[in-house]
């Protein structure tokens, strides 16, 4: 059974600058929110990154920052998959891969010397970056075994088969194609689409809603046709075109009366203001508030009451009750907020960050003395 060099694991390190390129080329693994880039939860599993290895390192190697970073892994390929690789083997290779190294090209060293993997497992990872070990996988797989580099220029999320299927069930019509089309042609969630789009763009662009309106954005005939039959454009173009006001979320969470808080047992976890952010956990002599954000790269960790711990998902870091790190990649604790209590209320204000490995979990406001 051949073995091929796939990625088995991705994550984002600390710095990225929003440039939405991790996306635009890897959709079903990045996602760029308002102020970081996120693995979606579906790519924390080897199974899904292994046939999209080559829109990652794509992504990787046009990040500007480098903050992309992957292991790859030579893993088994199945008989169903050396079949779906000769067949794309087979078909017309794209100019999208046409960066793939060579033929001649040499393997890495660690990519030769790797063992026969098992399926799914990393042997011997190497953490690679575009910049550091440029295709490192691509180079081995797509120089000296064409079948792989079919595989992965199948599986591509610029033009692949992953893609191809989420054009086929969600997109339909390219953006290309939509602006040439007539609006009212267009389904209903199409110009939605393009509306916000647009709105997105000229808000980026710090266009004014007069320029907007202009059609600099989008196109006259679009702008004249959205606002003439009043359709329903959703929260963002809305937003763009109503007069700026500051939306800061208030820091201050009153989050409940102490006495809820004080009939908690020792290492106990409420959860009840998760979606805000904050953990209420119960020491023997005190109170505090923790942060939700793993210490590690940012993502959710969720807690497991059997285990008496949180588990972050996606590298998995291991942090006791209290906040206290103890497993996994994380370098430190949980941070806490400062908390304290108004007329019988807990207020929690994420303005304000304790931090344990600075000793400032004992300073004042860091918790509530019971
Ligand atoms: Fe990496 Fe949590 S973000 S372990």
Known sequence: MPTKDLVTKVWIEPGCIVCDACETTAPTVFEVTDDTCIIRPAAL???????????????????????????????????????????????????????????????????????TAVPGKTAEPA??????????????????DPAIAALLRAASSRGGNVMIQKRDESQGMSADAMKRTDPRELPADARQAMLLEAAKKAKDEGMTRRAFMSGAALGIGWVAFGVGTGVAVGPAFGRFMMPNVLEEPDPKVRVGKIQKYLEMQPGEVNEDYKPQGIWIIREEDRIAALSIICTHLGCIPNWLPNDRKFKCPCHGSGYKPNGINFEGPTPRPLERFNVNVEDGIVIVDKSKKYQWELGQWDQPGSFIQT
Request: net charge negative; aromatic share 2%.
């Open 45 to 115: 599993n080897a199974e899904f990154t292994k046939p999209i290895t080559q829109s990652i390192i794509d992504a990787a190697e046009e990040c500007p920052v480098d903050v992309i970073k992957f292991d790859v892994a030579p893993v088994e390929v199945s008989e169903e998959q050396a079949a779906a690789m000769e067949a794309a083997a087979a078909a017309p290779k794209p100019a999208a891969v046409e960066h793939a190294a060579p033929a001649t090209a040499a393997a890495p060293p660690a990519a030769k010397a790797a063992p």
């Open 127 to 144: 953490t690679a970056t575009a910049k550091t070990a440029p295709h490192a996988p691509v180079s081995v797989a797509g120089a000296s």
